[in-house]
């Protein structure tokens, strides 16, 4: 058996555990934490980021933060892009296979034949593998939700919220003040919470969560301030101003992140070297990114972008990135999955598109086939067409309308295809 096959095996053995029904709850990953000594006790200082879009962007940034002021930094995200490894990275490096083979290994054991998910088991071997490497500090991203999140077994020492919006109506609740109930379930009494930007009935949820946990907050427009102006980043809290260069990450909307990341770099105690770091040295892959490897070589001349956003707030967030860079014709290659609001992420993308190619999402069981992307894409007023597959697609744009822009979208698994073939 190879290394790599090693933590492939014990990931699919994880998957046989999976309970028939998804309840979400607490009772499962508790038991196996127990079993593993309580290793969510003994981790570095934790921040935990909740919130509907833009948590794994700010959590990169705050990383960013931490890392630029000399800090070792452990960062639990998911889903992964290309490869499992990516979800745990240890002291500023993703984990390797041996000690990823070894960890999953010593959970499976743990754990015996008892029911529990993919995501919980996991979950309790990034703590495991966080618990037993030295660390300044412990950066999590909550999976779903935030109440009866896997993640959610921690006292942290920050708490942050991004904005909420409606997706997982299914797990979290129809109205947007339901799905802001759950992700105020990461607030730990007394544990400060840095909250962006909200709508009113979110944000009206989240205060009184904060409220009656006595829970300090930190909320975007009144106790803090980010904007741009001259082409610099501007953020203003309490502490005073910082005059920043914007971000690298791509759109308006990672203005905004930032934001939400300076805050709580300011509220563990960093300095501006760290605030700069945040903005200057972010690493994010498929958020607004454009791609350099051999896809990119297959659609010269026409420039290749990837983005792997996935619901009506990310398409209003891609539109409004998308109308910041110099005018070229667009076209998309778009993979979406069944259960996530189509026409919502559509609606807002139509008016900058030339057309929409749609693929169907290799290996995803949720996939919309090519044909019904596609006639999503017709009804928010697109031309649409398919292709059996992402290179057959930019092949055939860059020969009919050369030096344009492409832009590959739709889901982060999508994204995650792309990337292993642009590796």
């Not at 639990?76 to 290309?82: E, I």
Request: net charge negative; glycine share 10%; proline share 6%.
């Amino acid at each position: 058996m190879n290394t790599t096959q090693g933590s492939d095996l014990i990931l699919q053995r994880m998957m046989t555990l999976h309970p028939k029904i998804i309840d979400l709850t607490l009772d499962r990953v508790e038991r196996l934490l127990a079993a593993l000594d309580h290793p969510e006790r003994r981790l570095p200082p934790v921040v935990h980021v909740a919130g509907t879009n833009g948590k794994g962007s700010t959590l990169a940034m705050i990383r960013a933060g931490l890392e630029g002021a000399g800090g070792r930094v452990h960062a639990y995200t998911s889903p992964h892009l290309a490869r499992f490894h990516e979800r745990i990275r240890l002291a500023g490096r993703l984990i390797d296979e041996e000690a990823l083979a070894r960890v999953l290994d010593r959970c499976l054991a743990a754990n015996g034949p008892e029911p529990i998910t993919f995501f919980e088991i996991t979950t309790c071997a990034a703590f495991l593998s966080f618990a037993e490497t030295p660390a300044d500090w412990t950066l999590l991203e909550v999976g779903l939700g935030g109440r009866l999140d896997a993640t959610n077994v921690v006292t942290p020492r920050l708490s942050v919220i991004t904005p909420v919006a409606l997706d997982h109506q299914g797990f979290l609740g129809d109205t947007l003040a339901q799905i802001a109930g759950e992700k105020a379930g990461i607030i730990k009494r007394g544990v400060p919470v840095v909250v962006a930007r909200q709508e009113d009935g979110a944000m009206a949820v989240i205060e009184a969560a904060a409220a009656r946990l006595g829970a300090p907050l930190l909320a975007e427009g009144q106790h803090w301030h980010v904007g741009t102006e001259g082409g610099r980043l501007v953020f203003q809290d309490e502490s005073g101003l910082l005059d920043l260069p914007l971000p690298v990450l791509v759109g308006p909307h990672q203005v905004a992140n930032a934001g939400t990341a300076l805050a709580a770099l300011r509220a563990l105690g960093q300095d501006e070297t760290a605030c700069e770091a945040a903005v200057t040295r972010v690493e994010w892959p498929a958020r607004m990114q454009r791609l350099s490897g051999r896809l990119a070589a297959q659609a010269a001349p026409c420039e290749l972008w990837l983005d792997g956003g996935h619901n009506p707030h990310a398409g209003r967030a891609l539109a409004a990135a998308l109308a910041q860079l110099p005018p070229k014709p667009l076209h998309l290659v778009c993979g979406m999955l069944n259960t996530k609001d189509i026409d919502g992420y559509m609606a807002p993308l139509a008016p900058l598109v030339a057309d929409l190619t749609a693929v169907t999402i290799p290996d995803e069981a949720a996939t919309l086939t090519a044909d019904e992307t596609a006639a999503h894409a017709s009804a928010a007023g697109m031309t649409a067409e398919v292709a059996p597959g992402v290179e057959q697609a930019i092949t055939a744009i860059a020969a009919r309308d050369p030096g344009s822009r492409i832009l590959i979208c739709g889901s982060l698994y999508l994204a995650g295809h792309v990337l292993r073939l642009e590796a």
